[in-house]
């Protein structure tokens, strides 16, 4: 069974400051997607990532993918108000499965 | 909004019962995937049709079940409901079988309350 462990589960910072969430696995994905989920709502999906070491930028968001493809990364530069939600990383197998597996997510609240 | 609809938004029923979740993809989608989202657990797969016919399956417990229909909308069947499915249960559609990059698109989701 793979498994995306992200860290940190939990980051409340202030208006302003950087932050950088983590989504690790002990294995290989061909894919890796990040999602923000905002309260009451479904998740909607920021950005895929499918190269080793393949880094792409969403305005104040940089996403990386891992040489190996078992991690990934996501840096948000300046944080506002409204990238307060959660964060959730999910990859892809592969091959004939696309099934998606999810981490449990890092909930981040930007406070004013 | 993400053009797929999930009816009912809150259901609160008690244990034994069963109950029915509904999706309506996105106009033009044929995939339909169902998820359960819980505290402990995170966002899990559950189950996935393509035009009408079944075409993965994930962590789904036999007592729940799914159906496509012709107009491509879906029901999630939940029965002998027990206190653990108290759950957030989203539903998701792309536009083909879900191959690599193909973006799956979620409902607002059906929290359902079982006690």
């Known amino acids: 069974t793979q498994l995306l462990e992200q860290s940190p589960q939990f980051l409340s910072i202030q208006e302003g400051e950087n932050l950088t969430v983590y989504c690790n696995s002990s294995s290989v994905f061909s894919s890796l997607q990040w999602y923000r989920q905002e309260p009451g709502e479904g998740p909607v999906l920021l950005v895929t990532v499918v190269t080793g070491g393949e880094v792409k930028k969403l305005k104040r968001l940089t996403f990386q993918f891992g040489d190996a493809r078992k991690d990934s990364s996501l840096h948000i530069t300046a944080a506002q108000p409204g990238d307060t939600g959660l964060y959730l990383c999910a990859g892809a197998a592969g091959g004939s499965n696309y099934k998606l597996t999810f981490g449990k997510g890092t909930l981040l609240t ?3 | 909004d993400s053009g797929v609809t999930q009816t009912p938004k809150h259901l609160i029923t008690a244990t034994g019962q069963r109950v029915t979740l509904r999706c309506s993809p996105r106009s033009g ?3 339909v995937y169902w998820y359960q989202q819980s505290l402990d657990q995170g966002l899990q797969f559950l189950i996935q049709y ?3 016919e079944e075409r993965a399956k994930g962590n789904i417990l036999e007592r729940f079940s799914a159906q496509q229909f ?5 029901e999630l069947n939940l029965s002998s409901l027990e206190l653990g499915d108290s759950a957030l249960y989203f539903c998701a559609s792309s536009t083909g079988t879900g191959g690599f990059g193909e973006t799956q698109y979620f409902g607002p989701g ?6």
């Open chain 2, 110 to 115: 059906t929290r359902l309350l079982v006690l």
């Open chain 2, 50 to 52: 393509y035009n009408g």
């Open chain 1, 110 to 112: 930007v406070n004013p």
């Open chain 2, 70 to 74: 012709p107009d491509l909308h879906s």
């Open chain 2, 29 to 31: 989608d044929l995939s």
